[in-house]
């Protein structure tokens, strides 16, 4: 079993910056892939970016690519986010998610074993 907790959510304006860190507990972290999804109101759930178990494949939504970068620290147990160029479109909860498998094809389908609580960013104009 994997907890996730997620941490650094906020008001930012925009154009401003951001940082989310996932915290995990288990043994198993560094073998899991690892990613974010994000949810506005009224949306459906919604791929961000994601990260495999070693941290040399990331993959990123359009919507966020170049403005967003995930990365993990294996030894603590973490995934971050961070978020650049922030846009009021970016308003959303910020979940983190992760795949037992190593690789990063089920995240990128949207979907994920285990979920973090969430936690929000707010973009005001």
């Known amino acids: 079993q994997v907890q996730l907790v997620e941490f650094g959510g906020g008001l930012v304006q925009a154009g401003g910056s951001l940082r989310l860190s996932c915290a995990a507990s288990?043994?198993?972290?560094?073998?899991?892939?690892m990613g974010w999804f994000r949810r506005s109101p009224g949306k459906e759930r919604e791929f961000v970016a994601a990260?495999?178990?070693?941290?040399?494949?990331?993959y990123y939504a359009d919507s966020v690519k170049g403005r967003f970068t995930i990365s993990r620290d294996n030894a603590k147990n973490t995934v971050y986010l961070q978020m650049n160029a922030m846009k009021p479109e970016d308003t959303a909860v910020y979940y983190c998610?992760?795949?037992?498998?190593?690789?990063?094809?089920?995240?990128?389908?949207?979907?994920?074993?285990?979920w973090g609580q969430g936690t929000q960013v707010t973009v005001s104009s």
């Open positions: 998610a992760a795949s037992r498998l190593g690789t990063i094809v089920v995240l990128v389908t949207n979907e994920a074993d285990y």
């Open positions: 990260i495999n178990w070693s941290g040399s494949t990331t």
């Open positions: 288990g043994r198993t972290f560094s073998g899991f892939a």
